[in-house]
């Protein structure tokens, strides 16, 4: 069975690579020139026989008006920023001077000089970075989480074109909405001949079992996103619309996040427009969507998971909407309700905000092959028991056809025109269209009607003649099948580009929300820009950037006022409870916590090693110093030869092993490889925990990440390396003891950092002290350091290091939280506290070994525990220590079993050999 691939523009697919339309990118776009449209070209009209001769082809713009000659141009700043000959530039008009609405920004550029320009953004940088703000690009070499590629420079619009941008987008939405509305009910359009029956029929977003319903949806295009550019003259244009599950609008957040941090003072002397009500807009339209459970509904947003493209913006979005973020195996369908799966049993769900194709949403009814979607999701929303935005069907209008038929569906539906033009679309399946996109090919852009990827646009122009013999074959044997489109000059906007200004074609996808008066636009939105300035070709997966849009206001801009929302019909119940925590959020909480303990425990060994190193290295390793090295050796860190050469041969090689442990790519179990394992949960549930825990753990992770660290790495550069990470450690746990909610989600994490923390200290004691050595007082030592123990040691025994008081310490003291008993007494405490199963009088196996290990401990007595025989061996010790080897990971196990066994396959019906879930 293949897993379904996304439809973004990256041509490579992936078995890993869950389906999401909302990350398609516009990148259908030559360098050549449009086409001059000829008196004959404007005749050609999407007709149907029998319909009103109506001119339905994308309005062509005039020709173009004579420019003046260009005159010596104005110097905008001092960084000498020149745009290309022939396209709209956005900062200088047709004589070469600034623009009115660009004066504001580069006066304050200006002011400011590249220097301390480039000192700006290297902070915008580090906000960027810690932020952790990425996007998925499959098959990159330098690895699959690409940071996110954002400029300094923004994209300046003046409020007059902000106003025909917002209305010509609410009109948009408006206008789909109700085509979708007719297509995926009674379908009058058809029936007038006003839209062709292939282009609805024959498209495979037409879903079938989801037309017609008695509950369908008074509004189908809860959200949309237009693609936004400029021709030469100027002159707005829409070259395609976002119908299914639209993306950016995160990106477009925390951009402008950035630059409010880079530049406050330049965004407010500018006028800049805030989006901050987007969220608010987007929060209002998911509750004002729920038919049940209105005062106090629960929503969801499901992703795709951590492989897509856009992930990031899930998880941002769903923190800041204060929604729980799910995938599909966190859903199930019960007697037509949807219902979260949660460790405390069901929890309906009254709203969806999806973020994958429609079509692979349930398995049962729609894609058979989906490994992603919900059994019975169509019926639960057929029956009305739950909400979908977008509702699943509008991937219908998700293909660039429909623009062909805007200019008259806009007349019928609104009685108006398009207050912004799409660019000239031709759909072949008529047979006037059809000739003159033969006749021009050279000019024209071709591209599959009903395809649902956007990586397929060909460029005859490009061809040899035997390609564009083949093509025009092609497109002859089954003309409904294509669509062509003129080929557009984007306009041009400056970047910065190593301490200068440079030139690139951009594009902006603005984004609109439903509202109970029609759509709401933001105030911006999520400008893309090429990544050469040779190529027209806009696509984040292809090497383009981002920018962040500025929309001026006429004076400084108030937020909108808002109607009071409804009184709740009931008192809404005081609720302390955080129960919608689904078993996989369960379990990466859970390895967090491991992680988070394992590189404690090595970055400590590691550090007293090199400090050990670096202060007591003499002529001869010191007893302290071999007696961490040989606890590294047990334990299988280094290599248990480290100590046999002659002193004189082994200070390198020791100080080689200890520094390949911390940083060596090819060394399995190196520390990096930790601290990038806590990373990558991390990024699983950065939902779940506070913007500073995550901000610690990335910073944890940069520092880690330097390429050139293992080259350059001295024992000076890596001890404070060890100690940066035990201050980031250490926020993170403080970060978590005060801040984090005692939910089940804290519940799980801290087991998990339990767990950990009992195990390793077990180990560390079992390979020291089971066997009485000369070296004794040393061992006792290096374990309190590693316990983080000695000053408490110091401040209770004013005399020298002994077994007896180490080991209950260490090991029974519960009023010490760095000891083996307070880890056993805590993990009871929390198993006690977990989601009791009914019906169940017996303790669970987990409940079982953790009172077991917990009873050992306290029933111990130190005097046996340092008894030792005539070889020297503690044999008391040794079976209390093995039953407690044995029991941490059966315990562990337990839990899996009980609480975060989620992950089983799923079987599709149309599978023919089984397939791991992604």
Same mark, same amino acid.
């Given at each position: 069975?293949?897993?379904?691939?996304?439809?973004?523009d990256?041509?490579?697919?992936?078995?890993?690579?869950?389906?999401?339309?909302?990350?398609?990118?516009s990148?259908?776009?030559?360098?050549?020139?449009?086409?001059?449209?000829?008196?004959?070209?404007a005749?050609?009209?999407?007709?149907?026989?029998?319909?009103?001769?109506?001119?339905?082809?994308?309005?062509?713009?005039?020709?173009?008006?004579?420019r003046?000659?260009?005159?010596?141009k104005?110097p905008?700043?001092?960084?000498?920023?020149?745009?290309?000959h022939?396209?709209f530039?956005?900062?200088?008009d047709?004589?070469?001077?600034?623009?009115?609405?660009?004066?504001?920004?580069?006066?304050?550029?200006?002011?400011?000089?590249?220097?301390?320009?480039?000192?700006r953004?290297?902070?915008?940088?580090?906000?960027?970075?810690?932020?952790g703000?990425?996007?998925n690009?499959?098959?990159d070499?330098?690895?699959?989480?690409?940071?996110?590629?954002?400029?300094?420079?923004?994209?300046?619009? =003046?409020?007059?074109?902000?106003?025909?941008?917002?209305?010509?987008?609410?009109?948009?939405?408006?206008?789909?909405?109700?085509?979708?509305?007719?297509?995926?009910?009674?379908?009058t359009?058809?029936h007038?001949?006003l839209?062709?029956?292939?282009?609805?029929?024959?498209?495979?977003?037409?879903?079938?079992?989801?037309?017609g319903?008695?509950?369908?949806?008074s509004?189908?295009?809860?959200?949309?996103a237009?693609e936004?550019v400029?021709?030469?003259?100027?002159?707005?244009?829409?070259?395609?619309?976002?119908?299914?599950s639209?993306?950016?609008?995160?990106?477009?957040?925390?951009?402008?996040?950035?630059?409010?941090?880079?530049?406050?003072d330049?965004?407010?002397?500018?006028?800049?427009?805030?989006?901050?009500?987007?969220?608010?807009?987007?929060?209002e339209?998911?509750v004002?969507?729920?038919?049940?459970?209105?005062d106090?509904?629960?929503i969801?947003?499901w992703?795709?998971?951590p492989? %897509?493209?856009?992930?990031?913006?899930?998880?941002y979005?769903?923190?800041?909407?204060?929604?729980?973020?799910?995938?599909?195996?966190?859903?199930?369908?019960?007697?037509?309700?949807?219902?979260?799966?949660?460790l =405390?049993?069901?929890?309906?769900?009254?709203?969806?905000?999806?973020?994958?194709?429609?079509?692979?949403?349930?398995?049962?009814?729609?894609?058979?092959?989906?490994?992603?979607g919900?059994?019975?999701?169509?019926?639960?929303? /057929?029956?009305?028991?739950?909400m979908?935005?977008?509702?699943?069907?509008?991937?219908?209008l998700?293909?660039?056809?429909?623009?062909?038929?805007?200019?008259?569906?806009?007349?019928?539906?609104?009685?108006e025109?398009l207050?912004?033009?799409?660019?000239?679309?031709?759909?072949?399946?008529?047979?006037?269209?059809?000739?003159?996109?033969?006749?021009?090919l050279?000019?024209?852009?071709?591209k599959?009607a009903? *395809?649902?990827?956007?990586?397929?646009?060909l460029?005859?122009?490009?061809?040899?003649?035997?390609?564009?013999?083949?093509?025009?074959?092609?497109?002859?044997?089954?003309?409904?099948q294509?669509?062509?489109?003129?080929?557009?000059?984007?306009?041009?906007?400056?970047?910065?580009?190593?301490?200068?200004?440079?030139?690139?074609?951009?594009?902006?996808?603005?984004?609109?929300?439903?509202?109970?008066?029609?759509?709401?636009?933001?105030?911006?939105?999520?400008?893309r820009?090429?990544?050469?300035?040779?190529?027209?070709?806009v696509?984040?997966?292809?090497?383009g950037g981002?920018?962040?849009?500025?929309?001026?206001?006429?004076a400084?801009?108030?937020p !909108?006022?808002r109607?009071?929302?409804?009184?709740?019909?009931? !008192?809404?119940?005081? %609720?302390?409870?955080?129960?919608?925590l689904?078993?996989?959020?369960?379990d990466?909480?859970?390895?967090?916590?491991?992680?988070?303990?394992?590189v404690?425990?090595?970055?400590?060994i590691?550090?007293?090693?090199l400090?050990?190193?670096?202060?007591?290295?003499?002529?001869? !390793?010191?007893?302290?110093?071999?007696?961490?090295?040989?606890?590294?050796? /047990?334990?299988?860190?280094?290599?248990d030869?480290?100590?046999?050469?002659?002193?004189?041969?082994n200070?390198?090689?020791?100080?080689?092993?200890?520094? *390949?442990?911390?940083?060596d790519?090819?060394?399995?179990?190196?520390?990096?490889?930790?601290?990038?394992?806590?990373?990558?949960?991390?990024?699983?549930?950065?939902?779940?925990? =506070?913007?500073?825990?995550? %901000?610690?753990?990335?910073q944890?992770?940069?520092?880690f990440?330097?390429?050139e660290?293992?080259?350059?790495?001295?024992v000076?550069?890596?001890?404070?390396?060890?100690?940066?990470?035990?201050?980031?450690?250490m926020?993170?746990?403080?970060?978590?003891?005060?801040?984090m909610?005692?939910?089940?989600?804290?519940?799980?994490?801290?087991?998990?950092?339990?767990?950990e923390?009992?195990?390793?200290?077990?180990?560390?004691?079992?390979?020291?002290?089971?066997?009485?050595?000369?070296?004794?007082?040393?061992?006792l030592?290096?374990?309190l350091?590693?316990?983080?123990?000695?000053m408490?040691?110091?401040?209770?025994?004013?005399?020298?290091?002994?077994?007896?008081?180490?080991?209950d310490?260490?090991?029974?003291d519960?009023?010490?939280?760095r000891?083996?008993g307070?880890?056993?007494?805590?993990?009871?405490?929390?198993?006690?506290?977990l989601?009791?199963?009914?019906?169940?009088?017996?303790?669970?196996p987990?409940?079982?070994?953790?009172?077991?290990?917990?009873?050992?401990i306290?029933l111990?007595?130190?005097?046996?525990?340092?008894?030792?025989?005539? =070889?020297?061996h503690r044999?008391?010790?040794?079976?209390?220590l093995?039953?407690?080897?044995?029991?941490?990971?059966?315990l562990?196990?337990?839990?899996?079993?009980?609480?975060?066994?989620?992950?089983?396959?799923?079987?599709s019906?149309?599978?023919t050999?089984?397939?791991?879930?992604p």
């Amino acid at each position: 069975m293949a897993t379904p691939s996304s439809a973004a523009d990256s041509p490579t697919p992936s078995n890993d690579r869950p389906n999401s339309s909302e990350s398609r990118e516009s990148s259908e776009l030559a360098p050549a020139s449009p086409p001059t449209l000829s008196p004959e070209a404007a005749l050609q009209s999407q007709q149907l026989p029998g319909m009103a001769q109506e001119q339905q082809l994308s309005v062509p713009l005039p020709p173009s008006a004579p420019r003046p000659a260009a005159s010596p141009k104005t110097p905008v700043t001092p960084w000498d920023y020149s745009a290309p000959h022939g396209f709209f530039d956005e900062v200088h008009d047709a004589a070469g001077a600034p623009r009115p609405h660009w004066q504001p920004l580069l006066q304050a550029l200006d002011a400011l000089g590249p220097d301390d320009f480039a000192k700006r953004w290297e902070e915008g940088l580090r906000v960027l970075q810690s932020n952790g703000v990425t996007y998925n690009v499959y098959g990159d070499p330098n690895g699959m989480e690409r940071p996110w590629a954002l400029d300094p420079i923004p994209l300046m619009i =003046s409020a007059a074109d902000w106003r025909t941008i917002e209305q010509a987008v609410q009109q948009r939405a408006t206008l789909l909405n109700l085509i979708l509305a007719d297509l995926l009910g009674p379908q009058t359009l058809i029936h007038e001949r006003l839209l062709p029956p292939e282009l609805v029929f024959a498209h495979s977003g037409f879903l079938r079992p989801c037309h017609g319903h008695a509950n369908a949806p008074s509004v189908y295009l809860n959200l949309y996103a237009a693609e936004v550019v400029r021709s030469p003259e100027g002159q707005w244009w829409i070259m395609g619309d976002r119908t299914q599950s639209p993306s950016g609008a995160g990106y477009a957040l925390e951009n402008r996040v950035v630059l409010s941090r880079m530049m406050p003072d330049v965004l407010h002397d500018c006028s800049v427009r805030g989006l901050g009500t987007y969220v608010q807009d987007l929060r209002e339209m998911l509750v004002n969507l729920a038919r049940t459970n209105r005062d106090n509904p629960r929503i969801v947003l499901w992703t795709p998971g951590p492989y %897509n493209e856009t992930y990031f913006e899930h998880a941002y979005l769903a923190r800041h909407l204060g929604i729980t973020l799910v995938e599909g195996g966190d859903l199930t369908v019960r007697d037509n309700v949807v219902y979260l799966k949660t460790l =405390s049993g069901l929890l309906p769900v009254d709203v969806i905000l999806r973020r994958l194709d429609d079509s692979f949403c349930d398995p049962l009814e729609l894609r058979g092959d989906s490994t992603l979607g919900i059994p019975g999701l169509v019926q639960a929303i /057929r029956s009305g028991q739950v909400m979908v935005a977008n509702a699943l069907g509008t991937g219908l209008l998700d293909t660039p056809a429909i623009m062909a038929f805007l200019p008259i569906l806009c007349r019928r539906l609104l009685g108006e025109e398009l207050k912004i033009p799409s660019v000239a679309t031709w759909w072949c399946g008529h047979q006037q269209p059809l000739q003159y996109v033969l006749d021009h090919l050279d000019t024209l852009v071709i591209k599959p009607a009903f *395809s649902n990827t956007r990586n397929q646009s060909l460029f005859p122009a490009r061809m040899s003649a035997a390609e564009k013999a083949a093509l025009r074959a092609k497109i002859q044997a089954h003309p409904h099948q294509w669509v062509a489109q003129e080929t557009v000059k984007l306009a041009t906007s400056p970047i910065w580009e190593q301490s200068h200004f440079d030139a690139r074609h951009w594009m902006l996808r603005v984004h609109a929300v439903s509202n109970p008066n029609g759509y709401r636009v933001m105030a911006g939105g999520l400008t893309r820009f090429s990544a050469m300035p040779q190529t027209q070709e806009v696509s984040m997966q292809r090497g383009g950037g981002s920018k962040d849009t500025w929309v001026l206001g006429d004076a400084p801009v108030m937020p !909108p006022m808002r109607p009071r929302r409804a009184a709740p019909t009931r !008192p809404i119940d005081i %609720n302390r409870s955080s129960f919608d925590l689904p078993s996989r959020v369960a379990d990466n909480l859970y390895w967090l916590g491991r992680y988070i303990e394992r590189v404690e425990s090595d970055v400590r060994i590691l550090r007293v090693a090199l400090n050990r190193f670096a202060e007591q290295w003499t002529d001869t !390793p010191t007893s302290s110093l071999n007696v961490v090295l040989q606890m590294l050796m /047990r334990l299988n860190i280094v290599p248990d030869d480290l100590l046999a050469r002659p002193h004189e041969d082994n200070r390198d090689r020791i100080q080689q092993e200890l520094l *390949s442990v911390i940083l060596d790519p090819n060394r399995p179990g190196n520390l990096q490889d930790t601290v990038n394992r806590v990373f990558r949960i991390a990024w699983l549930v950065r939902d779940r925990i =506070s913007k500073d825990a995550w %901000n610690v753990l990335n910073q944890l992770d940069q520092a880690f990440a330097q390429p050139e660290l293992l080259e350059s790495l001295e024992v000076s550069s890596a001890m404070e390396l060890l100690d940066q990470a035990i201050v980031n450690l250490m926020a993170f746990s403080g970060l978590v003891a005060e801040s984090m909610t005692r939910s089940q989600g804290w519940r799980f994490l801290d087991i998990g950092r339990r767990i950990e923390w009992a195990m390793q200290k077990t180990e560390r004691l079992y390979v020291s002290l089971v066997d009485a050595t000369d070296q004794e007082l040393d061992q006792l030592q290096l374990l309190l350091e590693l316990g983080d123990s000695s000053m408490t040691y110091r401040a209770r025994y004013l005399t020298l290091l002994q077994t007896d008081l180490v080991l209950d310490l260490l090991l029974i003291d519960e009023a010490n939280p760095r000891s083996i008993g307070f880890q056993l007494a805590r993990l009871h405490e929390h198993i006690e506290n977990l989601p009791y199963r009914p019906g169940d009088a017996r303790r669970s196996p987990e409940s079982r070994l953790a009172l077991d290990s917990l009873t050992k401990i306290r029933l111990a007595d130190v005097d046996e525990l340092i008894w030792t025989d005539a =070889s020297g061996h503690r044999p008391h010790l040794n079976r209390l220590l093995a039953r407690l080897r044995a029991n941490l990971p059966n315990l562990s196990d337990a839990l899996t079993a009980s609480y975060l066994s989620y992950a089983v396959p799923i079987r599709s019906l149309t599978a023919t050999s089984p397939e791991p879930v992604p």
